[in-house]
């Protein structure tokens, strides 16, 4: 499974930004995908967890904010972050998980900055 994550950049405080994580070799559709972010000197945190259609998980500092889906035919994860801050400023790393496998996506930069 490979997964290209895309859709960062610069966006104003309060903007939005759609985050895209399209896998090639396989369908996601029995996968548990998975939004993730770092910023340098902290750990990677989770920011969204979707598995089969039913959303696991937003933390505290994202919910009602950002929203993760699924297309059809289920090769592409989104990432719809809106009312964006600074401090969601980060690398945004897209995840895929089967079982004990995971496959990792290789990050794209969200800047949240006036």
């Known amino acids: 499974v490979q997964l290209q994550a895309c859709g960062g950049g610069l966006v104003q405080p309060g903007g939005s930004l759609r985050l895209s994580c399209a896998a090639s070799?396989?369908?996601?559709?029995?996968?548990?995908m998975g939004w993730y972010r770092q910023v340098p000197g902290k750990q990677r945190e989770l920011v969204a967890f979707?598995?089969?259609?039913?959303?696991?998980n937003y933390p505290e500092s994202v919910k009602g904010r950002f929203t993760i889906s699924r297309d059809n035919p289920m090769k592409t994860v989104y990432l719809q972050m809106n009312s964006l801050k600074p401090e969601d400023s980060a690398v945004y790393y897209c995840k895929a998980v089967l079982g004990s496998s995971e496959f990792w996506g290789q990050g794209t930069l969200v800047t949240v900055s006036s």
């Open positions: 979707i598995f089969r259609g039913v959303i696991l």
């Open positions: 070799g396989t369908r996601l559709s029995m996968y548990g």
